[in-house]
């Protein structure tokens, strides 16, 4: 793989950045964008990760996703422990190029480690709270794969 | 506002954070998370922005977006320039509880300050590109409002 100048233009000013055509992302300073997966079907959020210059690379060469994990600083290819990959239908990038959105085909099920399809399988209730921390609501949380077969004692990928 | 242990709870073992029904936000070092925001309606993701630990409990307490501005350094509710706010319909945490995904009634058409419902109107194409720089691709990009006339000469909020 060449330089990364080969792929991404050098940041310009914000206008540039914002209305231009050219693909200028700006990593922060551990060198990362932050990643959201959607369902490319239902449009459902699956998963929020990281992807260094290397993994958008990737993921735009290959067409699937990698990923860099913050604490394995590695970088992951989507599934490639568990074989629930995600092939990318598109990818968007925000406006001020340090985000990246990609519309993902789910393979086997789940994208989160705990098994189910969604990472976001718990609700944040709004308004006045009681006494002590506040209780989550589990909801969509159905297991759809059983981590421990698929994962053994290895971590998430 | 009391301490934030009235709020989340101290982040315990993987399983815990996972499988809890508590909340344990896990901020990172600028103690911040980031948050996704997505069009209650229709799904579609419409920014993506990040929370230091008071704008979280501003927005649970409020069911308003407040954000923390990283390059401002400023807590800051979306809409206070723009009048552009955004009504949290349900709030997610993620299975590590590093990210926040809110469902949104967008106020004004427009969450993204260069007037666009969206931050992400511009595609990346995927597979072998030619000589340069990635050329981006514009989509879903009409303007909904003018942001001169929205924000004058001030950035975004």
């Known amino acids: 793989m060449s330089g990364n100048s080969d792929w991404f233009a050098p940041r310009g000013a914000s206008a540039e950045v ?59 290819r989507k599934g490639e422990t568990s074989g629930h990959s995600q092939r990318v239908v598109e990818m968007r990038v925000d406006c001020d190029q340090d985000a990246i959105l990609i519309k993902v085909e789910q393979m086997g099920e789940g994208a989160c480690h705990t098994g189910r399809r969604s ?31 698929v994962y053994g004692d290895r971590k998430k990928r």
Chains 1, 2 share one sequence.
């Open 18 to 76: 914002e209305e231009g055509s050219v693909l200028s992302p700006k990593f922060d300073a551990d060198g990362l964008l932050t990643c959201v997966a959607t369902d490319a079907a239902t449009g459902e959020v699956l998963m929020l990760a990281h992807m260094n210059a290397e993994a958008l690379i990737k993921t735009i060469t290959t067409g699937e996703a990698w990923y860099f994990s913050r604490s394995r600083k590695m970088l992951w």
């Open 119 to 149: 990472c976001f399988y718990r609700a944040v209730p709004l308004g006045p709270k009681g006494r002590g921390p506040i209780a989550l609501e589990f909801r969509d949380a159905e297991k759809v794969f059983d981590p421990r077969e």
